[in-house]
């Protein structure tokens, strides 16, 4: 079955790494974006070595090396700043071919979209239904239009309306965490080095962007949906972290208060299908995942590869679908889980059980760090052939 179009449902950084793929694949698409202009909000984004590789194979690695610093180590600390356990991540790059970075996620989504045509991207297209046909699927928006293509992929995030369409409407599991995060001007010592240091309920992560600046972000144990006015975000956490060391005090009161983002941490328990018919879902709207370690963009740009080179693999559009999510549920699966495993971890509270946790961290051997560093940074979505 010849692939006439592809609608993209979201025009985030899955859904525009997708799109790239297909233009390079000869695959006609466009990307239809809810947002009235097309711009990222956010912070921090982790772009580890895995989906480095793909961004490469898909011709803008040139444009990461331009806006990011390589990080060479990944360390866990404890609140008092005693470094627990230090990740050499030289060996995975090394083996990999590509370095990690943590990029500002807005300039990220721009460097994506620089790639992609005139007119492939169109905003203002809030998809509000899908309907099959025999020819394909018409997608229906808000403002009145439709679109008709021979695929829909859902890349519109953890509250995905396709995903809704395909398998109902559910609540995305809460992780009992919320967070804070900012990009802000910072000068810290270690420019290569990220940091997390866990406390008790709490953690607070430095990720150096540049020379510069710096991401950083707060997770501390607090009621589901409890939102923080801007103006009062500082206040609050200059007050959790007051009595950390490090530079955990001072990065908060650098940062302007209306600079400051907040949303609980949140996924959903992994699903066996993520196709029906000629629909189908990546990213965050298939598998969302809390942000422990780094890789719900990672996945989301490791998806668009293996979804599009599935496409020209196979003549029989189920046949693609089936192994796409055939290639892709494990890995996504197990990164879900590992991930949602570490939070509950730094969720604890009690003085004794943080100890343990400590001592645990300290008594985790290298080769063990480097294997999990390898199944994820380390991992290759292949190339378009």
Known sequence: MKIEKVLIIGGGIGGLTLAIALHRAGIPCTVFERAPELKEVGAGVGVWANAVKVLDRLGVGDSLREIGMPL??????????????????????????????????????????????????????????????????????????????????????????VRAQLWGREKPRFSGQTAFRAVVKFDVPDKRVMREAHGAGKRFGICPMSKDRIYWYAAFNAPEGRM??????????????????????????????????????????????????????????????????????????????????????????????????????????????????????ARVKNPLVVRVRELLVRATPEFLIQQTLRSQAGFDAGDLS
Request: contains cysteine.
């Open 72 to 161: 060479a180590v990944a360390e866990l600390c404890s609140d008092t700043g005693r470094v627990l356990s230090a990740a050499n991540l030289t060996e995975v790059v090394r083996e990999a071919g590509a370095a990690c970075y943590v990029l500002h996620r807005a300039e990220l989504h721009a460097a994506l979209a620089e790639q992609l045509p005139e007119g492939a991207i169109k905003t203002d297209h809030e998809c509000v239904g899908l309907e099959e046909t025999g020819a394909g699927v018409t997608a229906h928006f808000a403002n009145g239009a439709s679109a008709e293509g021979t695929l829909v992929v859902g890349a519109d995030g953890i509250n995905s309306v």
């Open 228 to 345: 923080i006015d801007f103006d009062k975000r500082q206040k609050l956490l200059l007050e959790e972290y007051k009595d950390w060391c490090g530079q955990a005090p001072d990065i908060i009161a650098a940062t302007p208060s209306e600079t400051i983002l907040q949303n609980d941490l949140v996924d959903r328990v992994p699903i066996k299908r993520w196709s029906k018919g000629a629909i189908t879902l990546l990213g965050d709207a298939a598998h969302p995942t809390t942000p422990n370690f780094g890789q719900g963009a990672c996945m989301a740009i490791e998806d668009a590869m293996v979804l599009t080179r599935n496409l020209l693999r196979h003549a029989n559009l189920r046949d693609a679908l089936q192994s796409y999510e055939g290639e892709r549920a494990k890995r996504t699966t197990s990164i879900v889980k590992q991930s949602w495993a570490f939070g509950m971890l």
